[in-house]
């Protein structure tokens, strides 16, 4: 077992005496502190196996198993869970710890599935050693999320491939189905250095 940490993780005893300072420093009318563990792999594995397939080989062996999947993934609690040439699909939990002070999910969480749907659409298309990378992105916001919409459906697709640009859409769905955002996006395409 390595204990090799990242190049910039604070000792583990530093951050467990900074949360029970905070924990300790707060008010009780805030109610019992609430936490949720993080837990991803060296991003650079999911890179380079990237690097050797094309797009949808590579997003295929992340929903496999085959790859790790992006430590953004695992941040925000989203699965990729369908993938073929141009389209894909993605699963998202939401609950309280990507809530906005409103008390309502943070519009940046959806904004992040729709980016991910869309760039992710875009990478099915794309052969080995090409990457992508958004150049613009306009979300429209339909209705709230929050814990009670339930998981989230996220579907990106390919609006029309390019070796330059390419052009996606994405939508985001509630656990009802109902629509609760959609995204246009531009993706530049360039070769990935060696």
Request: aromatic fraction near 6%; glycine fraction near 8%.
């Amino acid at each position: 077992m390595s204990t090799d940490a990242a190049p910039d993780a604070l000792p583990a005893d530093a951050v467990a005496d900074a949360v029970a300072d905070a924990v300790a420093d707060a008010p009780a009318s805030w109610g019992d502190p609430r936490s949720r563990t993080v837990t991803w792999w060296d991003p650079m594995v999911t890179a380079a196996g990237g690097r050797e397939r094309t797009g949808l080989e590579a997003l295929q062996a992340v929903r496999d198993g085959l790859l790790p999947p992006p430590p953004i993934a695992q941040l925000v609690q989203m699965d990729l869970t369908a993938v073929e040439e141009g389209r894909v699909e993605f699963s998202c939990t939401v609950d309280e710890s990507v809530y906005n002070p409103i008390g309502a999910v943070h519009g940046g969480l959806v904004c992040t599935l729709l980016d991910s749907v869309a760039g992710c659409a875009v990478h099915t298309t794309l052969p080995a050693g090409v990457g992508y990378t958004s150049i613009e992105l306009k979300v429209t916001y339909l209705r709230a999320v929050t814990r009670a919409s339930g998981p989230l459906t996220a579907v990106g697709t390919v609006v029309k491939p390019g070796r330059r640009v390419s052009f996606a859409e994405g939508q985001v769905f509630d656990a009802a189905g109902k629509l609760v955002a959609t995204a246009s996006s531009s993706l530049l395409v360039f070769p990935l250095p060696a």
